[in-house]
């Protein structure tokens, strides 16, 4: 709901009956309380209206008295509904004993919590748990009174999911967080999670998601950024949707890290390196502040902590008028006083000013800890549409980045490649033209990046399957064109290299031999 007078309630359900949460699970499964089963009765627009806190679509859709209509006034819309028809549907007197339901009057029920079905990446059949009225990430405002609340899924939490790399390992650390969607998603590939947070709600809701979503149960661990990390102990994967949110003061805790500028974020990413094992991945999202006199991607850099390979992606830049109107409506304070809107946007605008900040950036940051003697960091600005989920796109692109460095020129003329999938060529010219003036090849997959190559280059990829060698394909081309192919080898690994660092190109086998 977006109604942010809602109060958070001081009671959580029991997290420590299993069982019940468990019999719990299989009633919403049975009523097809799922993301299938919500879209089939709400319809489209009515569920897309829920996940920016619009109800009224919602309620609209659910004035029948079937199981999953009940239980989406029940657990969605915060309605009451009468103790018999939920009698009929869910192990009530199990759910009241345990605490996720109270009497809301004689013969009525209420949620304590917010219990949204979630999608996995492969499909699983989960559930969100977060405080009544903050679903969604806060869409709408959560109000200043709302300090300790645990916020559900919002579009942070989904990019954050999205782009992890999500190869098994044996242990991941979900650092700050919430409801727990990140510690869910690991609980599929590593052998053991640790979840922590500042905010010992979290915890307690976190354990109520895994439990009622039938993960593994976490290891969960009270503190702040890495405080709760016990000496020496490392991580094959870290990932972390922190509060970033550059604000005057801590008002918030959810989303205001209490840090001067981008300290939080930057304080996150250099103490990452070390909690790494050697090969794993630390994955965040942040803010970071673009201040006068300053390249962004310069200050960026000298976060990342030494022995670390990094892959820094900026999605978005706001001046500092849009980033604290943003965040001032998040909290609800537009909704207020508009004398205190006017006072805290002034502090917003002061601190930015003092710090001589012009914006603010937001991306994405994934580090990878690796032996190399020459750690790559590559900073780029990409605003444009990408197709989630990228966590292979992550993995494959340290992946090049390891081929690369191990292959001198002489070494990637002898090398086999293959054109990655879904990759189009896009000629531009005159009409009429005899040749175009450029050359374009187009990704529709992962980062959808595109480039413009030359005759030499569009030829070059056009023909890699894999078979010949580079070298080979290079000779062929010089005697199409007539060109010297020794002048050809020369000219040409750069714009191989670069092919294979957008992912242009993907290394395959190389061959002793060739037919």
């Given at each position: 709901m977006s109604d942010s007078s809602v109060p958070a309630p001081t009671v959580l359900p029991a997290a420590d009956r299993p069982e019940v949460a468990a019999r719990l699970r299989d009633a919403l499964l049975g009523a097809?309380?799922?993301?299938?089963?919500?879209?089939?009765?709400?319809?489209?627009?009515?569920?897309?209206?829920?996940?920016?806190?619009?109800?009224?679509?919602?309620?609209?859709?659910?004035?029948?008295?079937?199981?999953?209509?009940?239980?989406?006034?029940?657990?969605?819309?915060?309605?009451?509904?009468?103790?018999?028809?939920?009698?009929?549907?869910?192990?009530?007197?199990?759910?009241?004993?345990?605490?996720?339901?109270?009497?809301?009057?004689e013969d009525e029920l209420a949620a304590t919590v917010d219990v949204r079905p979630y999608g996995g990446l492969d499909g699983e059949d989960w559930f969100i748990v977060s405080d009544l009225g903050c679903a969604v990430g806060g869409a709408g405002g959560i109000g200043s009174h709302e300090e300790g609340v645990v916020l559900g899924v919002g579009g942070a939490s989904t990019t954050l999911a999205g782009i992890t790399v999500r190869t098994p390992v044996a242990s991941a650390l979900d650092l700050g967080t919430g409801s727990g969607i990140q510690a869910l998603h690991a609980s599929r590939h590593a052998t053991?999670?640790?979840?922590?947070?500042?905010?010992?709600?979290?915890?307690?809701?976190?354990?109520?998601?895994?439990?009622?979503?039938?993960?593994?149960?976490?290891?969960?661990?009270?503190?702040?950024?890495?405080?709760?990390?016990?000496?020496?102990?490392?991580?094959?994967?870290?990932v972390s949707n922190p509060p970033f949110v550059i604000s005057p003061g801590a008002r918030l805790t959810y989303r205001d890290g209490g840090m001067s500028g981008d300290d939080l974020c930057r304080t996150l990413v250099q103490q990452a390196g070390e909690r790494l094992n050697e090969g794993g991945f630390a994955q965040f999202l942040a803010n970071w502040q673009h201040v006068e006199g300053e390249d962004w991607q310069d200050r960026i850099r000298s976060w990342v902590p030494r022995g670390c390979d990094a892959w820094i992606v900026q999605r978005e830049v706001q001046d500092v008028t849009q980033y604290a109107e943003l965040w001032l409506r998040d909290a609800g304070d537009h909704r207020d006083d508009p004398a205190a809107y006017q006072e805290r946007y002034d502090a917003w605008l002061e601190e930015f000013e003092a710090r001589k900040v012009k914006a603010v950036g937001f991306g994405w940051i994934t580090l990878r800890r690796t032996g190399s003697a020459v750690p790559s960091v590559t900073a780029e600005e990409w605003p444009h549409p990408v197709e989630q989920p990228l966590g292979d796109t992550v993995r494959t692109h340290f992946a090049r980045l390891d081929y690369l460095r191990d292959h001198d020129d002489a070494a990637l003329l002898e090398g086999h490649f293959r054109l990655a999938r879904e990759i189009v060529q896009e000629q531009?010219?005159?009409?009429?033209?005899?040749?175009?003036?450029?050359?374009?090849?187009?990704?529709?997959?992962?980062?959808?990046?595109?480039?413009?190559?030359?005759?030499?280059?569009?030829?070059?990829?056009?023909?890699?399957?894999?078979?010949?060698?580079?070298?080979?394909?290079?000779?062929?081309?010089?005697?199409?064109?007539?060109?010297?192919?020794?002048?050809?080898?020369?000219?040409?690994?750069?714009?191989?290299?670069?092919?294979?660092?957008?992912g242009f190109l993907e290394p395959a086998a190389d061959r002793a031999a060739e037919g």
């Open positions: 097809s309380f799922t993301v299938d089963g919500l879209l089939e009765l709400l319809g489209a627009p009515a569920y897309a209206a829920l996940a920016r806190s619009e109800t009224v679509p919602a309620l609209r859709a659910t004035r029948g008295d079937t199981p999953l209509e009940l239980l989406v006034r029940l657990f969605l819309l915060q309605q009451p509904v009468p103790y018999a028809r939920v009698a009929d549907v869910l192990p009530v007197d199990a759910c009241l004993e345990s605490g996720w339901l109270v009497r809301a009057g053991r999670v640790t979840a922590t947070d500042v905010n010992p709600r979290a915890l307690h809701i976190t354990a109520l998601t895994l439990a009622l979503s039938g993960a593994p149960a976490a290891e969960l661990r009270e503190g702040s950024l890495f405080a709760p990390v016990r000496d020496g102990e490392t991580f094959d994967l870290i531009v010219g005159l009409p009429g033209a005899e040749d175009p003036e450029h050359v374009v090849l187009r990704q529709h997959r992962g980062m959808r990046r595109a480039t413009a190559v030359d005759t030499v280059g569009a030829g070059f990829a056009g023909v890699c399957d894999g078979t010949l060698s580079a070298g080979r394909i290079l000779d062929a081309i010089a005697q199409l064109v007539g060109e010297d192919p020794v002048l050809l080898r020369d000219r040409t690994p750069a714009q191989i290299r670069l092919l294979v660092e957008q």
